[in-house]
């Protein structure tokens, strides 16, 4: 075994990973392309490189995000604190002047006598298996991870498991939805009755309840969505996103502009359903899938979106029974390489078919700042304990880096990206209706949770 743990990828999840390696007396070896080759995103040389928004959210407990952030001040994590050194004003959320951030985190891991940075590809001429066959590794390489290295993970993780963009619906709390409106059940229920017994019909369709709800649409309410939605703006791809995605799906929007019916033929088709409220076939219907195995969150089915996030709060919550939508998760379509972590990780970001490797960021599915930097919290803690032959360090479900790392780590056949959300943290024991006294409450036992 070597007396060092490799980290690749010196974005914000491979820095937080070889921070927390190294404060533990640890050498690490962290391996990052630039200068030497830039993403098609990046153009920054330091390490830790903001591209897109410089917020990493609310810093509110009763935000999930500010609730992490809250986490990982709690864990000694150094890029929050870097993030908090060098705050520009922005409210209630935290916000960071991008290059002294980089500049910062580049000068502590740079200065950091365990760490020694390595400026070259994994995938030319050093390659993922050689680098684990002897040592512990962290891959870290963020949504652009490099096409040699990909196809590198690729062979390690079997290539079905491996994903180069993310196409994902919105996804919403379940009790933000009106249940005045919305109804439980499957298409076709009374077709299939016929084919089976009375008592198998009810077993599959009380376990079968759960995964649906629906939401039925009368031809006005339809027409109005359907115009509303085409007109609705949308984020402009880079030129190297544009031919994937569009190969790989298609926009609901741009679906609903090639026909006011081409939505009732397709994702919002009404066959096999009765509206229980007038006891007949809805003019359209939009299905809500449950996505995790609480049933407190459910995706808008056949929604991938390339609409802005304010434009999906606006537009989806036309439908009739999300007039009060939560959303946990927007619906995105973006390059992203990430695997199916659900069927591959465990809880601490290890690997299941080669132990001597972790992940971590958003090549895991973890989507976000503030979740990246978690994830390479949790890997390199865990990192950690396997070099020095320790048990693994779980965190509790309770808190939201114990929350996303099962989410992730859980099978799950229609596994997408997720950020942090109070929807994946177990529910209370107690029922309270007002939302932010609800959050509240579970972010006292989150941080209760790390203190004992």
């Given at each position: 075994?070597?007396?060092?743990?490799?980290?690749?990828?010196?974005?914000?999840?491979?820095?937080?990973?070889?921070?927390?390696?190294?404060?533990?007396?640890?050498?690490?070896?962290?391996?990052?392309?630039?200068?030497?080759?830039?993403?098609?995103?990046?153009?920054?040389?330091?390490?830790?490189?903001?591209?897109?928004?410089?917020?990493?959210?609310?810093?509110?407990?009763?935000?999930?995000c500010g609730l992490l952030k809250e986490e990982l001040r709690m864990c000694d994590s150094l890029?929050?604190?870097?993030?908090?050194?060098?705050?520009?004003?922005?409210?209630?959320?935290?916000?960071?002047?991008?290059?002294?951030?980089?500049?910062?985190?580049?000068?502590?891991?740079?200065?950091?006598?365990?760490?020694?940075?390595?400026?070259?590809?994994?995938?030319?001429?050093?390659?993922?298996?050689?680098?684990?066959?002897?040592?512990?590794?962290?891959?870290?390489?963020?949504?652009?991870?490099?096409?040699?290295?990909?196809?590198?993970?690729?062979?390690?993780?079997?290539?079905?498991?491996?994903?180069?963009?993310?196409?994902?619906?919105?996804?919403?709390?379940?009790?933000?939805?009106?249940?005045?409106?919305?109804?439980?059940?499957?298409?076709?229920?009374?077709?299939?009755?016929?084919d089976e017994t009375i008592e198998n019909w009810k077993r599959r369709l009380e376990i079968q309840?759960?995964?649906?709800?629906?939401?039925?649409?009368?031809?006005?309410?339809?027409?109005?969505?359907?115009?509303?939605?085409?007109?609705?703006?949308?984020?402009?791809?880079?030129?190297?996103?544009?031919?994937?995605?569009?190969?790989?799906?298609?926009?609901?929007?741009?679906?609903?502009?090639?026909?006011?019916?081409?939505?009732?033929?397709?994702?919002?088709?009404?066959?096999?359903?009765?509206?229980?409220?007038?006891?007949?076939?809805?003019?359209?219907?939009?299905?809500?899938?449950?996505?995790?195995?609480?049933?407190?969150?459910?995706?808008?089915?056949?929604?991938?979106?390339?609409?802005?996030?304010?434009?999906?709060?606006?537009?989806?919550?036309?439908?009739?029974?999300?007039?009060?939508?939560?959303?946990?998760?927007?619906?995105?379509?973006?390059?992203?390489?990430?695997?199916?972590?659900?069927?591959?990780?465990?809880?601490?970001?290890?690997?299941?078919?080669?132990?001597?490797?972790?992940?971590?960021?958003?090549?895991?599915?973890?989507?976000?700042?503030?979740?990246?930097?978690?994830?390479?919290?949790?890997?390199?803690?865990?990192?950690?304990?396997?070099?020095?032959?320790?048990?693994?360090?779980?965190?509790?479900?309770?808190?939201?880096?114990?929350?996303?790392?099962?989410?992730?780590?859980?099978?799950?056949?229609?596994?997408?990206?997720?950020?942090?959300?109070?929807?994946?943290?177990?529910?209370?024991?107690?029922?309270?209706?007002?939302?932010?006294?609800?959050?509240?409450?579970?972010?006292e036992r989150s941080l209760d949770n790390l203190k004992n």
């Amino acid at each position: 075994m070597n007396d060092y743990i490799t980290v690749i990828g010196g974005g914000l999840a491979g820095c937080e990973a070889a921070y927390q390696i190294s404060k533990r007396g640890i050498k690490v070896k962290l391996y990052e392309m630039k200068p030497k080759k830039f993403s098609p995103a990046h153009t920054n040389s330091d390490l830790a490189e903001i591209v897109c928004s410089n917020s990493f959210k609310s810093n509110l407990i009763t935000n999930a995000c500010g609730l992490l952030k809250e986490e990982l001040r709690m864990c000694d994590s150094l890029l929050i604190k870097i993030a908090d050194e060098t705050a520009v004003p922005a409210g209630q959320a935290l916000a960071v002047d991008r290059e002294i951030f980089a500049k910062k985190v580049t000068e502590k891991i740079k200065n950091n006598k365990f760490i020694e940075v390595i400026n070259e590809e994994v995938g030319n001429e050093i390659h993922l298996n050689d680098l684990a066959k002897n040592g512990i590794v962290i891959i870290a390489t963020g949504p652009l991870t490099s096409e040699t290295l990909a196809n590198e993970i690729g062979n390690i993780t079997d290539n079905d498991r491996l994903y180069f963009y993310d196409a994902a619906a919105p996804i919403i709390t379940k009790d933000s939805i009106n249940f005045n409106i919305a109804f439980f059940g499957n298409r076709y229920e009374e077709e299939k009755k016929k084919d089976e017994t009375i008592e198998n019909w009810k077993r599959r369709l009380e376990i079968q309840e759960k995964n649906y709800i629906n939401l039925p649409l009368n031809k006005e309410e339809y027409e109005k969505f359907v115009k509303e939605l085409i007109n609705a703006e949308v984020v402009t791809l880079h030129d190297f996103e544009k031919r994937e995605i569009f190969e790989g799906c298609m926009p609901v929007e741009v679906m609903a502009g090639r026909g006011i019916d081409t939505l009732r033929f397709g994702p919002l088709k009404p066959v096999g359903f009765d509206d229980p409220r007038t006891g007949k076939r809805p003019y359209a219907v939009v299905q809500l899938r449950q996505d995790n195995t609480e049933g407190t969150i459910y995706n808008i089915v056949g929604f991938q979106t390339n609409l802005k996030f304010g434009e999906q709060k606006r537009v989806f919550t036309m439908i009739p029974g999300l007039e009060n939508a939560d959303f946990v998760k927007y619906g995105v379509m973006h390059r992203n390489t990430y695997i199916n972590s659900s069927f591959l990780l465990d809880k601490t970001y290890n690997l299941k078919k080669n132990t001597n490797i972790y992940f971590a960021g958003q090549i895991t599915g973890v989507e976000g700042y503030v979740e990246s930097i978690s994830s390479g919290m949790v890997a390199g803690l865990n990192a950690v304990a396997k070099f020095k032959g320790e048990e693994k360090i779980v965190f509790s479900n309770n808190t939201v880096m114990g929350a996303l790392a099962r989410y992730i780590s859980t099978e799950n056949s229609k596994f997408q990206p997720m950020n942090a959300n109070f929807g994946i943290l177990p529910e209370l024991d107690v029922k309270i209706k007002d939302k932010k006294l609800r959050y509240e409450k579970m972010a006292e036992r989150s941080l209760d949770n790390l203190k004992n």
